[in-house]
């Protein structure tokens, strides 16, 4: 068994960013298609005029979820790290088994 002491506070706020990112995205591609649906419901029964909220909604999405998502994943990497940190020192670390091949 081997103890993990500290942890990299960059190295988790970047991995948790990354890991954020693609959350975020698979998040916005969702809202896209659930605001392709509304709005092709809502264009079939309100006219062509209701469609441009729902679909421009659906895009930026895309572009804002991963952003946001990302900024919240480094943050709590960082926060993570550093009272993972700050416990690691009072009771050990946390223990791993390691096998090499």
Not at 1 to 16: A, N
Not at 48 to 58: H, I, Q
Request: charge should be neutral.
């Amino acid at each position: 068994m081997q103890e993990i002491q500290r942890i990299g506070v960059w190295s988790l706020s970047k991995l948790y960013a990354v890991i954020g990112a693609i959350v975020g995205l698979i998040a916005g591609i969702f809202i896209a298609v659930i605001g392709m649906i509304i709005s092709s419901a809502v264009s079939s029964t309100a006219g062509t005029s209701a469609v441009v909220p729902f679909a421009g909604f659906g895009i930026f999405s895309i572009i804002l979820l991963p952003i946001i998502y990302g900024v919240l994943g480094l943050i709590s990497g960082a926060v993570g790290a550093v009272v993972y940190n700050l416990v690691a020192k009072m009771i050990g670390g946390m223990e791993v088994e390691i096998v090499q091949k």
